[in-house]
Each structure stands twice: as C-alpha cells, then as structure tokens.
C-alpha cells in the first residue's frame, strides 16, 4: 500500500512540476499564461500521434526514447516520498539512481549522433560535457548524505535521520540547495538551458530531440519530467527529514521548491553563455564538495 | 569636374548634366576619395541605355551635404575587364557583384566575385544556388554547420554556412535573395503610380514607411512638386514611430534570444502598443496606406496628433524602465557585452550603415549628412552614437534612439498646427529623360531610391537600395570567433532584411 502510493505520488510530482513552473512564469509576466495542465495536453497529443523517422537513422534512434524513459521510470522507482517506501531498495542504490540515469543520457546522445545532423551532433558534445561535468557533484552529494547517515540506499537515509538536531538541519539544507541546482542543470533549464527557445544553435537538450516526433517525442517529454521529479524529491526529503517527516509534507514541498525556484530563474534572469555553463556546473560540485566537507566536520564535531 | 554636384533636397537631376567621363578618372578618383570617411557611395549601378551600358555612381559627401553624381559607358557587349574598385574599398563589393552578375562586366582583380543575389535575369544561368560553392576550409577538427537554406520562422531565402572548430566560429558565409523577386524589374513594367507605391511599401514589410517614402519622395522630385512643409513632419512622425516600434520589436526579441522573459514581455508589450498607434492614425500597424506621393489619404487631424503624443510619452515612460532593467542585469550584460564585436575600421572598410555603423562608432546617420524632411529644419538631429561595436552597443543603440525618436515626435506634433493636406497625385507627368534620388534613414539605415526617366517620361530605371544590403557582411564579420551559440543574438542585434537584399 505504501509502496504503491509512494509511486503515484512520485508521478504526481513529475506532473505537477512543469504546470507550477509555467504558472510561475505567467504570473511573473502577467500574462494569462498557459492552464496548469497543458503540457499534460500537449504530450497526450504527441502520443496519440505516429513518428517520423529519417533515413540516415537507425535501430539505435528508435529504441533511444524508450531506453530514455525506461531509464527514468526505474530511476523513479528508487526513490522514497518522504515516510512510504520505495518499490526498489538495496543498499547502494544511489549509485544504482546515478548511473541509471547516465544511461539514459547516453543512449540519447549516441541517438542524436545517429541522425548526422550536425545540429544535433553539437547538442550531443554539449550535453556529454555539461554530463561528465554534473557528475562530481551528484557522486559527492551522495557521498555526503552516505557519509553523515551511514546508509547507501534513499530509503535507509531518510527513515533513519528524522531526530531535529542542528548539525543535521545545516547539512540537509545545504543538500537541497544542492539538489535543487543539480535539477535545473539535468532537466535542462535557465540558465544552463533555455526549453522554450525556437534557436537551435543554442540548445542543448531540445537540439538533441530535434529529429523525434509524436510517440518518442512524448516518451522524451514525461521522461524528463520523472528526472526533474527525482532531484526534487531528494530536496524535499532532505528538509523534511529535519522538521516534518510526511509524505503530505514532502509532496508540496517537492513541488514547490523546484517549480517555483525554477519558474521564477526563468523569468527574472537570462540564460548564461554557453562557455560559462562549464564554470557554472563547475561551481555547483565545487560547491557540493564544500557541503561534504562541512558534513565530515559537523559530524565529528569539530569546531574551527 | 567628373561629378553633378546636388543635394538630398534637390529637384531631379537631367540626364544630359550628369558627366560622362571615363571610367579610369572615375577609378582615380574614388580610389583617393573614399580613403577620407567622409565620402561613401550611395549607389553604383549599371542599366542599358540603347546600345549601350550606362553605370551611374551616387557618391554622398557627408561632411558638406553634397550628393555627386557621375556617369560613365560602354558597349553593352564589350569585353574589357574594369579594374576593380572592391579591390581597394571592400564597401562597394555589393555594387560590383551585382553589376558583374547581371551584365558580365568583368572585374579586374576583384577579390571575391560570388553571386550577389541569383536574379532571374542574370547572364550565367548555369550559376544557382544549388550548384554553389560555399567557402570551406579543410582541417580534421574542423566541421561545417549548414542553417538554411529557408529561414525556418520567416520562410525567406537566406543560406547560412558555418566553418566551426568546436563550438567557434572560423568564418560564416551568407548566400542570399537566391528566390529573386525582381522588384526593381516590377517598378518599370508598371506605369500605374499606386501600384508603384505599394510595391514600395512591400520592398521590406519592416520598413514600409521608410520603403514608401523614399518612393514618394523620389516620384515628387520628378514632377517637380515639392510637398508641403506639414506633410514632411507627417512623414517624419511616421517615419519615427516606425523606427521606435522595431527598435522596441527588437529589444523583445534581443531578451527573447538569451532568454530574459521580463525583457521580452514588457518589450512586446510596448511594441504592439507603438503599432496600434499607427493603426489608429491610418487603418495598418505597419504604416501601410499613410505614404503616398504627393499628399496623403490620412491627414494628420489634431486628434489624431493628440492621441499620438499621448501614446508616446506613454510607451516613451514605461520603455526607460525597460532599459534601465537591462542595464542593470549582470546576466544581461555578461550575455551581451563584448560579443560580437565589429570594429570601427571594420565597419568602415566594409561600408557598414545606419544603426550598425554608429554602434561602432562611425558617423553614417542621413538625418544628419544629407537631411530631409523635418530633419534639419524643425529638428536639430543628435546622431547617437556607440563606440564598441558589440551586441550591447547595438542594443544600447536602440534604446537610446527609441527615447530620441519619442522625443522627436513629441517636439513636432507639440508645434502640430494640421492644414489641409492635398490628396495623393498619381498622375503628374515626371520629367523626362531625368535622375531622380531620395536618401533617408530608416530605422536599419541608409535607404536610397533612384530613378530614371527615358525620353517619354516614364521610369524606365528603378534602383532600390536596402541598408541590410551593406550590414550583411558586417554580420558575417561579427560572428567570427564568437561561439555559435551566440550566433543567434549577434544576428538579431542587427535585425537585417532577407527580403531587402533580394529586389
């Protein structure tokens, strides 16, 4: 039962997300903006549609998305909601999450490298580098929550340390805002990534996307959508666990604190250089390294 | 004296008093003269005269607001080779190109004769775009990104070939108006004169008022009738509340492009805002119906003259908060700043016009050298100008002439006092065998019309010189060692016209 509501309430999140972002921004823009559900809309379309597949392509192509959105399902599905449990758990399963996705990301950019576009090809190098870029911080900030609990698995790490103590709440925040950042980079956001630009020598992920229609489009779409709900969720788990451990308290927190911090990234400031993004992901490990050496300290309490 | 000396003001100029001289005192003396930037061509160009190939050159002396017009021949099939001016001022490559590709005049020594434009009319059919040797450069790290050959969003010919190296851009080449719409050609196949002027009006859709009175203004030079002092300050309020309303257009898209939503929205805001204005006083957002020659269809009323300085102190108002929040965004100016960079000698030496060419710091500004309408006499012009030549002095450019602009109108329209404005004349006989120009500054930059009557007194030359014609190059040049990714941003801070490079 747990488990099961656990699942639904992570699809809901992964729904919720895109809707509270685009609301975030209409209302910074004082528009009307978009209903709440219209990216629900617009992915139901593309699946109710056939693909398009160029000729240059290959087998790879087609079973890129479904790698794609495997890949994120099963992500998913490691992951806890706060007090319910997780279908899949054993120990080391973070590491399990962090390469889980990693395939995901190589199997669309050997598919983008399929098509010979050569948008797509510089797409692919970007998404490769910004990739290999994020993956210090992931590892580390896992290594930090590792270290300060003494679990490898989500599950264990957030059922056991839910006692308020001062050190822990300094570490979780930190592991958040970490979270946080790491989310807008992989799901591809201002201001590493702008979703809604119509420029394709400036995309990253949606260049890669270019040549996918209909089904494999929306198969790309919802998985995106598990990704950003993933980061989220570990954010939300991680304040949770210093003041309210629910899953009625870490749903909308999820929720909130990715959609809102993202909608209004978005609307109030434009997205980097493309050459800055490197200094920019650079920053966040650097930044993730600097929280694990604040947790080794704060644990064995050591006062500077 | 090898030159016709005249101004921007001027009546039209008979064909018999125009020289015609040789063209090696011609070369002579463009070749030294153009070395002074106070001197540019205006327009270069070649048609048949009977048996003959006639060239006419529009020389614009900045400093002293003179316009020299010198003419020179040869047998329509002769086969010398000209020594080529481009060779030593690239600025005139637009003019040699196009002169080399419809009449097979040979070029000596040009540096770079490729296809101005494939018109349906030119000598080498063979030559298309398809067939086209794009410049490329061989090396294993090196890869070329084609965009192309239709722009996606505007559906236009313009075929972009990137040489990069990574993510740098090496060299960007530009091949353009390959779908000739031959709107030159359609002046002269018409004698219907409101024809003429919505053809004006359709040369680029974003500068239809520029366009239209360029047209109108080179028509009443024909006929000799001069329009009244009233309707050139019309003409000036349309002429700036166009230039305010894509120059606001293009701050939008500039935010869009990096995407900086608040920039955008409020930007968009104020442009429709700018172009319903325009369509309150004369039917179409784009000005379309306000020009014609001779007189207008929609005189400027005093309500109408009130609603318009209400308008703009409005959008003038809210747009200087537009810019003081870019201004003011660190993740604005890391984007724009230093990006993009086309030098002072740069834009000098490729002949670079209009709001490009002052952000870099060269004084090409008609309002200013070569004035008309109220430019010069109800306004004292400010030209603006920049001096980095980066995507940021574009942009700076435009917010500052937007506020320029607004202040322009509010001036004219404050002293407004409407008369009665005669109806259009499109049947007044235009004077034969004569030359006919009109130079103005739209809001890309320079525009000059010209034309030619034969003996009858119908045009039997119609040149139309667009600025995106020159800045082409300048965008090619800009993007050179930037990131690719910046291409997008490089390109809409000049915002040139597809449409204008193919007439």
């Known amino acids: 039962m747990g488990i099961a509501l656990n699942t639904l309430l992570m699809i809901v999140v992964a729904i919720a997300i895109p809707g509270v972002i685009n609301r975030t921004r209409a209302t910074l823009a004082g528009r009307k903006g978009l209903p709440f559900t219209q990216h629900l809309r617009n992915v139901g379309l593309l699946l109710r549609k056939g693909s398009v597949y160029s000729t240059t392509t290959t087998a790879l192509f087609r079973i890129a998305p479904a790698v794609y959105l495997g890949a994120a399902i099963v992500a998913m599905l490691f992951m806890p909601v706060a007090d319910l449990y997780p279908l899949i758990s054993f120990e080391g399963d973070m590491i399990c999450f962090a390469y889980t996705l990693a395939l995901a990301r190589v199997a669309i950019i050997l598919a983008a490298m399929d098509t010979g576009s050569s948008f797509e090809g510089m797409g692919a190098a970007r998404e490769a580098l910004y990739g290999a870029l994020i993956e210090p911080a992931l590892m580390i900030g896992f290594a930090t929550l590792a270290m300060f609990c003494g679990y490898t698995s989500f599950a264990d790490i957030f059922a056991h340390e839910q006692s308020f103590n001062l050190h822990l709440t300094i570490v979780m925040f930190l592991i958040a805002y970490l979270f946080i950042t790491i989310a807008f980079v992989e799901s591809g956001r201002v201001p590493v990534d702008d979703p809604r630009t119509h420029l394709e020598l400036t995309m990253i992920h949606e260049v890669m996307c270019l040549d996918y229609s209909g089904v494999d489009m929306g198969m790309i779409h919802i998985a995106g959508w598990l990704k950003t709900a993933c980061f989220s969720m570990i954010a939300a788990n991680a304040i949770a666990a210093t003041c309210c451990f629910h899953w009625w308290f870490a749903v909308p927190l999820a929720i909130l604190l990715t959609g809102l911090s993202i909608g209004i990234v978005e609307s109030t400031q434009a997205r980097n250089k493309l050459v800055r993004n490197t200094t920019f992901i650079v920053t966040i490990s650097a930044l993730a390294a600097l929280i694990f050496f604040i947790g080794f300290l704060l644990q064995a309490d050591i006062n500077i | ?503």
Request: charged residues 25%; proline residues 4%; aromatic residues 8%.
């Open chain 2, 1 to 503: 004296m090898i030159y016709h000396i005249t101004d921007n003001r001027a009546s039209a100029v008979a064909l018999k008093d125009i020289p015609e001289v040789d063209y090696a005192a011609i070369y002579n003396d463009l070749k030294e003269r153009l070395c002074d930037e106070h001197y540019h061509v205006a327009h270069y160009f070649a048609t048949p005269e009977s048996s003959r190939l006639k060239f006419y050159i529009v020389l614009l002396d900045d400093k002293e607001q003179r316009v020299m017009l010198t003419s020179f021949a040869m047998e329509y099939y002769e086969e010398v080779a000209l020594p080529s001016l481009t060779a030593i001022h690239p600025a005139l490559h637009v003019f040699e190109r196009e002169i080399a590709e419809l009449y097979n005049v040979e070029f000596d020594s040009m540096p770079w004769n490729k296809p101005l434009r494939f018109p349906f009319n030119r000598r080498n059919r063979n030559s298309t775009m398809d067939n086209y040797p794009f410049y490329s450069i061989d090396g294993d790290s090196l890869h070329e990104v084609n965009v192309g050959p239709i722009h996606a969003g505007i559906i236009e010919p313009g075929a972009f070939r990137f040489v990069c190296n990574g993510e740098n851009v090496l060299h960007l080449e530009i091949a353009l108006g390959y779908q000739h719409r031959g709107v030159e050609h359609e002046f002269t196949s018409t004698d219907n004169r409101l024809r003429q002027t919505l053809l004006a009006e359709g040369i680029a859709g974003d500068s239809a008022v520029s366009h239209a009175t360029a047209y109108a203004a080179t028509i009443e030079k024909l006929c000799g009738k001069s329009a009244d002092s009233n309707l050139w300050v019309e003409r000036t309020v349309a002429l700036e509340l166009e230039r305010m309303a894509m120059h606001i257009a293009d701050t939008g898209a500039l935010s869009m492009d990096v995407a900086y939503q608040l920039g955008q929205v409020a930007s968009e805001a104020l442009r429709t805002m700018t172009i319903n204005t325009t369509q309150a006083w004369c039917g179409n957002r784009f000005g379309k119906g306000l020009i014609r020659p001779c007189g207008s269809n929609k005189p400027l009323t005093a309500e109408k003259a009130a609603m318009i300085r209400e308008n703009v102190s409005e959008i003038r108002h809210r747009y200087s908060e537009v810019v003081d929040d870019i201004k003011s965004s660190p993740t604005l100016l890391s984007r724009f700043e230093q990006c993009g960079i086309v030098p002072k000698a740069e834009m000098q030496r490729i002949g670079g016009v209009g709001m490009a060419a002052r952000a870099s710091g060269v004084k090409r500004d008609i309002r200013l050298s070569h004035p008309y309408a109220a430019y010069g006499s109800q306004i004292e012009h400010n030209s603006i100008r920049q001096s980095d030549g980066d995507v940021m002095s574009r942009l700076m450019m435009r917010c500052s002439e937007v506020l320029q602009s607004a202040d322009y109108i509010e001036q004219l329209l404050a002293s407004y006092k409407p008369t009665e404005i005669s109806r259009p004349d499109y049947e007044a006989a235009l004077a034969p065998e004569s030359l006919a120009f009109s130079l103005l500054e739209g809001w890309r930059g320079e525009i000059c019309h010209v034309a030619i009557t034969d003996a009858e007194g119908k045009i039997a030359t119609y040149k139309v010189k667009d600025p995106s014609l020159h800045n082409w190059l300048a965008l090619a040049i800009a993007v050179r060692s930037e990131g690719i990714s910046d291409f997008p941003i490089c390109n809409k801070s000049f915002n040139l016209s597809y449409c204008g490079h193919d007439l």
